[in-house]
């Protein structure tokens, strides 16, 4: 997307996450804490347990005129 903030956490492991599944941060940090659109999502099982690899972004809020 263009103009897009993009994202990328490192995470317990989450079933629920998947690419395209809309999610919001909050209280993490003011500068981050918002909506966002997971585009990729790694999950991975190892010997530590059940984890994932998110990205995401952020698009500018539009603003519509109307007449």
Do not use: F
Request: hydrophobic share 35%.
């Amino acid at each position: 997307m263009r103009n897009a903030t993009t994202l990328s956490l490192s995470l317990p492991g989450n079933p629920l996450l998947a690419a395209e599944t809309p999610t919001e941060l909050a209280g993490v940090d003011p500068a981050i804490d918002g909506r966002w659109v997971v585009t990729s999502c790694l999950h991975a099982l190892s010997d530590q347990g059940c984890s994932c690899t998110v990205d995401a972004e952020q698009t500018p809020t539009v603003q519509t005129m109307t007449a």
